[in-house]
């Protein structure tokens, strides 16, 4: 097997296009290209017979591997040394039964001996030798009876450096065709696939459709050999644009030095011209004077002459300026013809330029035309294919009359009543007469011989049908191929069958949502509605079934598992517009459609087709509304990114590791603004413990990547992150860093700043316009400068007030406004649609036994000074068996000898609520200790919630941990049906509850107990 990467090679000198199928199986390669790896590894896995299986070239081994895995005793061969020594060391690291079963050998087929195994593989090896057809017979050879060859090779022209043939179906067919039955034959993602079955000796061959394997191969290799002479021509448009370019850039530093030239001349020219000016102004002067000394000739002769020497000598001078100016301009002229000349030049090269451009369009129109004729000509196949299976149909169904006619023939030709009545016809000659008493005898031994033996039957004389098989459509490596496959017609009575099969959860509570989103966005929402998640072909079904309230659409770039993978985004030929008729049949039933652009401002244009045709538009980036307003009908709204509470939380988050931590990607040719930032706050934390995450991280890579961290940087690097441990590791570090790409959106940032402070961990960031509007500095600490991002977090990792003040308030900040909880009631309320169940969360009753009116007033005090977040509500009910008051607002005083519990029974504060949190005189508490006990109720999900007992900080974001009494809260509900969680709730302890009720510590802060000296600092917090 024989796997090229564009980038990368395995680092063996002697051989560049070593073969790395391991590692491209596990994605070491890329996703995509692992996910058709594996596509067909396992395909020609799962076509092995028998129990013995000889891999002919199997490179790193992952198909031996997976075979030996699943019970086959395996043979592995390949000639090339480096790759059976990975293979042997891939085997070492597998179970001892499976390393029983799996032998790996190096050297060549030629020289393996005589043995023969029930299965024989060559998965891309053929193209690698001169002679296809004799290597295929060499592999064939060592079929036992009864057993299978299995071979894929790449179908046609792949002009790969160390591929020496070029392979056709038809190559295949001559090597089995005398000893092989075809079982299948297919070609699929550009490689032949093909299956053989030994035939039994004497069993004559079959005719393989020689001819149309021939016709396939034909019409393949023109529109290969046309497509990469397209290439070509392609590559040496670009290396004429580059000349070009160059040669531009040379005209314009000539024009600019010529420029600059032109520039120093008409500088000298005018001090010259003023020099001049001056010498004129001064002959004028001269002159005059000569005429008033003429009228005193007389008496000032000598200093006439004087004067006239004077003057002579002006004038001599005033003609050599005039010279030198006239040769001044007579060089400037020729600097002009120059300029004149280089922008002719400069011209001529343009128009050159841009006949290369229209050149390269009628390049591209003739590629588009071809690849539009190649679809053409798909389409024609499959119509021709789909004739020739119905009239096959139609020769099966005939071939079934004329054997039923042919049977009532034979059964009238043998009947009794035939025979008896020719013999009757035969009275009518004298002959028959005579004849006519042995023509009933033979009539009625014809009937004895009938019961015993039947009607004597013989076949129909129908000419043979033989089998057919036709490869499916070949890829042309491009979009256009995808679109050969027509989407199944939205009214079709199919859809109404395709959702058998298919379990869909309604959760009772929850609004029911179709939605198309990737992975991410739907574990974020799934917690909040019930998704209903078609493929493009079963969505009709499902929405008759299911009934979903609306439907969600995000920019996925795959959506639901990959199934809507290219029909989000526009394409120039997507598979299919399954996604327009999903719109258009909501909304052709009254119910409402949202897409959601989470790519926004980057990749607006990509989803914009798409998205103008849904009644809502919700955008990350505010900055994007206008241009939704501006193209499309919709409504259009701001939804940010958030985080998801059951997802991202401080639970377990108690013990961190005190280091610094930066997880995500470096760009060393894009966004410059970024990477700069990037290496400023990188460099300003290489002073602390430092850990590095790198998303595209390889530990194989041979050469250096665009994407590598920096050299000075390598020793922080600890690979990558899986997004499995991602929110374990935002409850790791005590800080982590994060750079801002998009910088001016007021709205559009990473949704990791979300997650991380939802997890309680300070964020040390690059500004962004997007995070100081939503978080202030307070939340995010954003820095400009190396100076400002050390003081920064050298105040995070040593100063723990600081740090635990800004970890609660980034908890605060998020549940409080920014979950996906939020997110999907905004789309909710922008829809109109009301969720079917209550907040319980949202609406708390927070009781308390007082004994007189001090620490009545104590409790209303503390109650008055809790902060809740929007749409939360609670209320005070006070039990006291002492006469008190309270005048202030959601206060309730019941008169009761039985305390709270007394009250509660009795019926005071009747009205709904979900929650109940209890209050003491006899502690103090902070501005946000109920929002916060509310807040972990709701992440904690547990049965009681409240601050730990022991008031420790490593006790805190901990299940089955201990509960101060004085800070419970649970559901209502519990209390209501569970006496014994009822007494400890009520009472001075928190033990002896019932087996199987959780309970969840909070944070320590906001609550001290009375007595402990600290009542001032926990109203601080």
């Known amino acids: 097997m024989t796997m090229h990467d564009d980038h990368d090679h395995d680092g063996h000198d002697d051989n560049p296009w070593a073969d790395r199928i391991n590692e491209a199986y596990y994605d070491a390669m890329g996703a995509a290209f692992g996910q058709k790896t594996r596509e067909r590894i396992n395909w020609m896995c799962a076509q092995a017979r028998g129990d013995t299986v000889l891999d002919v070239g199997c490179s790193q081994g992952i198909a031996s591997i997976l075979m030996a895995r699943e019970g086959l005793r395996v043979t592995g061969l390949d000639i090339y040394p480096p790759a059976i020594e990975y293979a042997m060391g891939e085997r070492a690291k597998e179970i001892a039964t499976v390393q029983e079963r799996l032998d790996f050998r190096c050297g060549e087929l030629a020289a393996l001996g005589d043995g023969q195994y029930d299965t024989v593989i060559m998965g891309e090896v053929v193209e690698h030798q001169t002679n296809p057809v004799r290597f295929i017979r060499q592999g064939a050879a060592r079929v036992a009876p009864g057993g299978r060859i299995v071979v894929t090779v790449p179908y046609g022209l792949h002009p790969w450096p160390d591929h020496k043939s070029t392979i056709f179906p038809r190559h295949l067919h001559e090597a089995l065709a005398d000893e092989f039955t075809l079982d299948a034959i297919e070609v699929l993602e550009g490689y032949i696939r093909i299956v053989a079955d030994r035939r039994p000796a004497g069993e004559a061959a079959r005719d393989e459709s020689d001819g149309l394997l021939r016709a396939t191969e034909t019409g393949a290799l023109d529109v290969q050999t046309g497509y990469y002479t397209l290439s070509a021509i392609a590559q040496e448009r670009a290396k004429a644009n580059a000349t070009l370019e160059q040669n531009a850039k040379v005209l314009r530093e000539a024009q600019q030095k010529m420029t600059t030239r032109a520039f120093e001349l008409e500088r000298d020219l005018a001090v010259r011209t003023e020099r001049g000016n001056g010498l004129q102004a001064a002959l004028d002067t001269a002159n005059k004077a000569h005429a008033e000394q003429s ?538 649609i009301e969720s079917p169940a209550a907040d319980v969360f949202e609406d708390a009753l927070v009781v308390a036994d007082v004994g007189d009116q001090a620490q009545a007033d104590a409790v209303v005090a503390a109650f008055q000074r809790q902060a809740l977040a929007p749409g939360v509500h609670a209320r005070l009910l006070l039990a006291s068996a002492a006469e008190i008051r309270a005048d202030a607002p959601h206060v309730v005083v019941a008169r009761v000898d039985g305390g709270v519990e007394d009250a509660l029974s009795r019926g005071h504060a009747e009205e709904g609520c979900g929650m109940i949190a209890r209050l003491s005189p006899t502690a103090a508490y902070g501005q946000h200790y109920l929002q916060d006990l509310l807040h972990a109720a709701r992440y904690g999900g547990a049965d009681l919630t409240g601050k730990p007992a022991d008031g420790r900080e490593d006790s805190q974001y901990q299940s089955g941990i201990a509960l101060d009494p004085l800070t419970l809260m649970c559901r209502r509900e519990l209390l209501a049906a569970n006496r014994r969680v009822a007494k400890s709730f009520f009472g001075q302890s928190a033990s002896g509850l019932p087996e199987g009720i959780k309970t969840f510590a909070s944070d320590t802060a906001n609550f001290v107990r009375s007595g402990q000296g600290a009542e001032a600092r926990a109203l601080v917090e």
Request: hydrophobic content about 40%; aromatic content about 8%; glycine content about 6%.
């Open 295 to 832: 009228t005193q000739m007389h008496a000032l002769r000598e200093e006439h002459a004087v004067d006239a020497k004077r003057i002579a000598a002006l004038q001599t001078q005033v003609v050599e300026l005039q010279s030198e100016l006239v040769k001044v301009r007579g060089s400037e002229r020729a600097e002009a013809d120059r300029v004149r000349a280089m922008q002719q030049q400069l011209e001529a090269s343009a128009k050159r330029a841009t006949e290369l451009q229209d050149s390269a369009k009628q390049t591209r129109g003739k590629m588009d035309e071809l690849r539009q004729e190649l679809v053409h000509a798909q389409h024609k196949r499959s119509g021709h294919y789909a004739h020739l299976e119905a009239e096959r149909e139609r020769a099966v169904k005939f071939t079934e009359v004329v054997n039923r006619l042919h049977e009532e023939n034979e059964r009238y030709k043998h009947s009794v009543a035939l025979a008896i009545g020719q013999a009757f016809l035969g009275l009518r000659s004298p002959r028959g007469i005579i004849g006519f008493p042995r023509a009933i005898v033979r009539a009625a031994r014809a009937y004895r011989r009938r019961g015993s033996d039947g009607i004597p039957a013989t076949p129909a004389p129908l000419p043979e049908l033989r089998p057919v098989v036709v490869p499916p459509l070949a890829s042309t490596g491009g979009s256009a191929a995808r679109s050969s496959i027509p989407a199944m017609p939205a009214g079709d009575p199919a859809n109404a069958l395709s959702t058998i099969g298919w379990k869909q959860d309604i959760r009772p509570g929850t609004v029911p949502v179709m939605s198309v989103m990737d992975e991410f966005s739907r574990a974020c929402f799934a917690p909040h509605a019930s998704m209903i998640e078609p493929r493009p072909d079963n969505w009709e079904g499902l929405l008759e079934t299911c009934k979903p309230r609306f439907l969600f659409v995000e920019s996925s770039w795959k959506g639901n598992h990959g199934t809507w993978q290219y029909r989000v985004a526009s394409y120039a030929n997507p598979p299919g517009r399954e996604l327009g008729e999903m719109v258009d049949g909501f909304q052709s039933r009254g119910v409402p459609t949202v897409f959601w652009n989470k790519e926004d401002p980057v990749h607006f244009n990509n989803f914009i087709d798409n998205a103008k045709r849904f009644d809502v538009v919700l955008t990350t980036a505010a900055e994007a509304v206008p241009e939704y307003e501006a193209r499309t009908e919709a409504r259009v709204g701001v939804l940010q990114f958030a985080a998801e509470e059951s997802l991202h939380n401080p639970i377990g988050s108690a013990a961190r590791n005190d280091k610094v931590c930066f997880a995500g990607s470096y760009y060393a040719n894009r966004f410059e603004d970024r990477r700069a930032d990037q290496l400023m706050l990188l460099d300003a934390a290489t002073a602390f413990d430092l850990d590095i995450f790198d998303r595209n991280y390889s530990a194989n890579a041979s050469a250096p990547s665009d994407f590598a961290f920096p050299e000075r940087f390598s020793p922080f690097v600890r690979g990558r992150l899986p997004y499995a441990e991602v929110g374990q590791a935002y409850r790791n570090y005590r800080v982590f860093l994060n750079v801002n790409s998009v910088i001016d959106s007021p709205t559009m940032f990473s949704r990791r700043v979300f997650e991380l402070l939802a997890c309680g961990t300070p964020i040390v960031s690059t500004w962004s316009r997007g995070t100081e509007e939503a978080f202030g500095n307070d939340l995010v600490w954003h820095v400009r400068t190396r100076e400002e991002a050390e003081e920064a977090i050298r105040v995070l990792m040593t100063d723990d007030a600081e740090w635990r003040r800004r970890s609660l308030a980034g908890i605060r900040a998020v549940f409080a406004r920014h979950t996906y909880r939020h997110r999907f009631r905004q789309v909710l309320d922008m829809l109109e």
